[in-house]
């Protein structure tokens, strides 16, 4: 089994979506990673796009980590979703 396949119900929702409406992203020097969500059986995802200034962190990061996506460049970073009773397909649209 793929790691791809071991990935959350969010992180899956994710990745189909971000493939499918943004396939451009696959251009960029990138790192695709999956690491271990705190139940041990699943796994979230990790997006890094590689920054095109020479900057001390030259990546800008996405993860799905918590049921929500978290973005940051540098020392910078901000949560998007997972709140209360909220669900992906409402999130998407915002």
Known sequence: ???QNKL???SQKVNIF???NYPFILEFPY???FHQNDD???LFL???IKSF???RNPFLTLNTQDEKITVGFSSYHCHFGGWYES?????RRI
């Open 31 to 33: 790192q695709i990673s």
């Open 53 to 55: 200034s020479e900057v």
């Open 1 to 3: 089994m793929g790691k």
């Open 40 to 42: 041990i059986e699943t």
């Open 87 to 91: 669900n992906f397909e409402e999130e």
């Open 46 to 48: 990790e997006l890094k």
């Open 8 to 10: 959350d119900n969010y």
């Open 18 to 20: 971000l493939h499918k």
